[in-house]
């Protein structure tokens, strides 16, 4: 009966290789109707191609708890270091996002 009143631990593993990670300042996100596609992308100034440096398939159960948790930790950011500031060019149009376009944005 104790044994069904614990919870369940779960031991996580690391390796080396993992833990390097992979920068990416792009992702592209696109979904079927069961499976939810987030590539992680590494662009570099004035390359013609880049490269996906990580594929990450989940459900949109998975998805939207991967958003929830995601919006939770911003929050908690914010609080512990101030807002983060979207950037834009000195030198930007008054009219809108300065003519660099955000792969983040729809």
Known sequence: ???????QE?????TPEVAAGHYSNLAVISHS??????DFIAVAPNMPQAKVQ?????TP????????????????YEQTFG???????????????????NPFEA
């Open 83 to 101: 807002e983060i500031q979207r950037k834009t060019p000195v030198n930007a149009p008054k009219n809108g996002n300065g003519g660099i376009p």
């Open 54 to 58: 990580s594929r990450i398939i989940m």
């Open 10 to 14: 779960l031991k996580i593993e690391l």
């Open 33 to 38: 109707g069961n499976e939810f596609f987030l």
């Open 1 to 7: 009966m104790e044994n069904k009143n614990k919870q």
């Open 61 to 76: 159960e998975n998805a939207k708890n991967l958003l929830f948790a995601l919006r939770d930790n911003l929050t908690k």
